[in-house]
């Protein structure tokens, strides 16, 4: 079965940076089951990611990676995430701030961190659900604005979403 979604363009600034954020939300997926997914398009398509839905209900057990304060640089336990991942030791991710230190910043080259961090780790964050809380680093000096455009948790507060905020 071919399940095709169209998503939505975010572009915010951030300093001189104009940066463009896709987004799309899959409604109506049945549990327990698997998809596979690309994103892309005319010009290009990602190659081949899967994830799978939870089981019906709220009866199941699940186990969850929580962590908090890693970072690109100096990121000694990426190696060991990426191997849990790879033996299926957790069903989801919560992450409790400090993402990438700092998910605005560039390096000595001249690369965003945070895009270096996600492409590093999106053969995790491709197939798990990633749930992110804002820490202390995700304060950019513009409102967490790397945060609330990078990311889509669920729920929405006041008619619309906001990562800081669930419900």
Same mark, same amino acid.
């Given at each position: @079965? #071919?399940?095709? %979604?169209?998503? %939505?363009?975010?572009?915010?600034?951030?300093?001189?940076?104009?940066?463009?954020?896709?987004?799309?939300?899959?409604?109506?997926?049945?549990?327990?089951?698997?998809?596979?997914?690309?994103?892309?398009?005319?010009?290009?398509?990602?190659?081949?990611?899967?994830?799978?839905?939870?089981?019906?209900?709220?009866?199941?057990?699940?186990? =969850?990676?929580?962590?908090?304060?890693?970072?690109?640089?100096?990121?000694?336990?990426?190696?060991?995430?990426?191997?849990?991942?790879?033996? &299926?030791?957790? /069903?989801?991710?919560?992450?409790?701030?400090? #993402?990438?230190? /700092?998910?605005?910043?560039?390096?000595?080259?001249?690369? &965003?961190?945070?895009?270096?961090?996600?492409?590093?780790?999106?053969?995790?964050?491709?197939?798990?659900?990633? @749930?992110?809380?804002?820490?202390?680093?995700?304060?950019?000096?513009?409102?967490?604005?790397?945060?609330?455009?990078?990311?889509?948790?669920?729920?929405? =507060?006041?008619? %619309? %979403? &906001? &990562?800081?905020?669930?419900?």
């Amino acid at each position: @079965m #071919i399940y095709k %979604h169209i998503g %939505h363009t975010t572009v915010f600034k951030f300093w001189l940076e104009t940066r463009y954020v896709h987004t799309a939300t899959l409604p109506s997926l049945s549990p327990d089951t698997v998809y596979y997914y690309k994103v892309g398009t005319a010009d290009g398509w990602s190659k081949q990611f899967q994830f799978k839905t939870f089981p019906a209900g709220n009866d199941f057990k699940f186990r =969850v990676c929580v962590f908090g304060d890693l970072g690109y640089h100096h990121g000694n336990s990426i190696p060991d995430l990426m191997e849990a991942a790879q033996k &299926n030791w957790f /069903d989801m991710i919560i992450h409790v701030g400090d #993402i990438a230190y /700092d998910l605005h910043k560039t390096d000595d080259d001249g690369h &965003n961190i945070g895009d270096k961090y996600m492409r590093e780790l999106e053969p995790i964050f491709s197939r798990y659900p990633y @749930m992110v809380i804002a820490g202390n680093h995700e304060n950019d000096k513009l409102n967490f604005s790397h945060f609330h455009n990078r990311f889509r948790m669920p729920g929405e =507060v006041g008619g %619309h %979403h &906001n &990562n800081q905020y669930y419900r």
